[in-house]
């Protein structure tokens, strides 16, 4: 896409929030309306939200700008919702702070998950990201691999539908780690896709901390996206896409591993990647979005 396209596709839009749906005790979907505005987009881009055009947050905002001695900047945010569909929407997932661990409590997530409501008003740019399938992709191949943690399938999910509707020759498996079987966001969508497309797609959840996860489902395995799961669900490592979404080491780690003299440990993103590259997976054959 030329430069010129991409620019023309970013615009900042006021939206209206038609539909609030909770998909896990943390995470909901905003349905957003756009009214008359075109929304060209393609499965796999975000929009992003500007904190500070929330009167509810304004002296927070305010705030953290002090204690960090810089402006908050707009989050980004990936559809949930595919081109096709009719509406567009996104997914949030709360982040939390925790006690000791994390640095500054966290801003807008809390109010896009737990205080918007139907008939809110919120101003959005969109649509832009490097994460998305080639137009080309069926000329390359003919199996899509996504391997997602927590709120980085929704990413996925869209490129998954999409794909789904549009490239009939590609199959999916869609791997997604979850610490609980609660936890797992777009959990009936994907059961209900798997059996429109049982040839076309395969869904395997991976979770860390349910202690019986067979009693969830024969998709359902305990523990990490490790080199074993990978091995046994990539069987033609040159031949497939991968798609990985998740968090991975941010900025913010690398600064307080240094002041702790240490190393950042991998995260998921970083762990998937190395065990990828085991498996035999050509770099240039795996996507990647990381969510800080
Ligand atoms: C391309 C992209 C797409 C994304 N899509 C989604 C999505 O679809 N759904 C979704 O839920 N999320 C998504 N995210 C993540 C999202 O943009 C936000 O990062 C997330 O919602 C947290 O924002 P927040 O304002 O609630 O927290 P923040 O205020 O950003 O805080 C988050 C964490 O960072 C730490 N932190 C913040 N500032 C500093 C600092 N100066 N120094 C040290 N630590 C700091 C905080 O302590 C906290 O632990 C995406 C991110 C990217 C990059």
């Not at 008359?36 to 499965?43: F, G, H, M, P």
């Not at 707009?74 to 925790?98: G, I």
């Not at 019986?212 to 990539?234: F, Q």
């Not at 900025?251 to 990647?273: C, M, N, W, Y």
Request: hydrophobic content about 35%; proline content about 7%; overall charge positive.
């Amino acid at each position: 896409m030329s430069d010129t396209a991409a620019s023309r596709r970013i615009k900042e839009m006021e939206v209206m929030v038609a539909d609030v749906v909770v998909e896990t005790p943390d995470t909901t979907t905003l349905v957003l309306f756009t009214g008359n505005d075109r929304l060209e987009y393609s499965a796999g881009h975000f929009l992003t939200i500007d904190p500070h055009q929330f009167e509810a947050l304004e002296r927070f905002t305010s705030f953290l700008e002090d204690l960090k001695g810089k402006r908050e900047l707009p989050r980004a945010y990936s559809m949930c919702s595919a081109p096709h569909e009719r509406q567009l929407a996104v997914t949030v997932k709360e982040e939390r702070y925790v006690s000791g661990l994390t640095k500054f409590p966290p801003l807008l997530s809390p109010l896009l998950t737990k205080r918007t409501t139907r008939g809110s008003r919120l101003v959005v740019t969109g649509f832009t990201g490097p994460y998305t399938l080639p137009a080309d992709i069926t000329a390359k191949t003919d199996h899509i691999v996504h391997v997602c943690a927590g709120s980085g399938s929704v990413p996925n999910f869209s490129m998954l539908k999409f794909a789904l509707a549009h490239y009939p020759t590609l199959r999916h498996t869609f791997i997604y780690s979850n610490k609980t079987w609660q936890d797992v966001i777009f959990r009936d969508e994907l059961t209900r896709l798997a059996s429109t497309y049982p040839d076309r797609l395969k869904v395997v959840h991976s979770l860390t901390r349910e202690e019986n996860p067979a009693v969830c489902g024969p998709a359902v395995r305990r523990g990490r996206v490790g080199l074993a799961l990978l091995k046994e669900l990539i069987p033609q490592p040159t031949e497939c896409y991968v798609y990985v979404c998740g968090p991975g080491i941010s900025k913010f780690d690398i600064a307080a591993a240094k002041e702790a003299g240490t190393e950042p440990q991998p995260r998921f993103l970083e762990s998937v990647l190395a065990d990828l590259k085991a498996v035999g997976v050509p770099n240039d054959r795996i996507k990647r979005e990381f969510y800080g």
